[in-house]
């Protein structure tokens, strides 16, 4: 007997993947196979599943600013920095340090009040693990032309897979119940998951402005803990 066919959407996923890279997902030999075809109502569904995560290190960025009348005296005092900056971090950084190339721009109008200047900057960024956390965002403070720009946690890397897991198999079950409530309540039997599109990242930038500076100590348990998300786009055939 026909059946006509019909489509519900909760969200569209960006890219629809085949069913058949599922088996690619767990498994080592990926299996192709042939786009399913629904012959009754399409559901698609996106789920969203987080967990907050261990820190055993944090990612700081940190800006470095150098004024001079002129932009070869800009250049000049803004490397004498970064020459610091570099020698006082060393003893914090958990690997090298990132620094971009500097560059260099004028302002004020030139008037008595607000002289023309030259202003040179660049950002240095690097890693610190939780024991150096506190020293690192004091030395910040103290360093000339240096501010604080943000500070990261970064999630341990023991754990990874099982945390992956964990999210893959909550995300699913999720999925499932909607796809079995809507079902339900089209007076529908049978679910058939047809297709799945996983996108996944890690979350949580922890700025500091320049006027907590004067906090006595910061601790790295306070800083908010990282997450890792996981987000399923599934698409059912329901009849």
Known sequence: MWRSFRKIAFT?????????????????????????????????????????????RFRFSLGLLAEAPSKAAAMALLNQRLDRARQEL????????????????????????????????????????????????????????????????????SGGAALDDQLLKRALNKGRRRANDTASALGLGRVDLLRINQRSGVVRPVAYAEARMSKPAFRSDEAPKPQRSLTLGLDYCLR
Do not use: H
């Open 12 to 56: 569209m996923p960006a890219l629809i993947t085949p069913l058949g890279f599922q088996v690619a997902f767990w498994s080592a030999s990926p299996a192709l196979a042939s786009v399913r075809v629904c012959n009754g109502t399409l559901l698609e569904i996106q789920v969203l599943e987080s967990v907050t995560t261990s820190s055993d």
């Open 90 to 157: 060393g003893p914090f950084v958990l690997d090298a340090l990132s620094i971009p190339a500097p560059r260099s721009y004028s302002y004020g109008s030139g008037s008595s009040s607000s002289p023309k200047l030259e202003r040179a900057t660049t950002r240095i960024g690097g890693e610190v693990s939780r024991d150096n956390y506190d020293a690192l965002i004091q030395l910040a403070g103290r360093l000339p032309g240096v501010r604080l720009q943000g500070m990261t946690s970064l999630a341990s890397s």
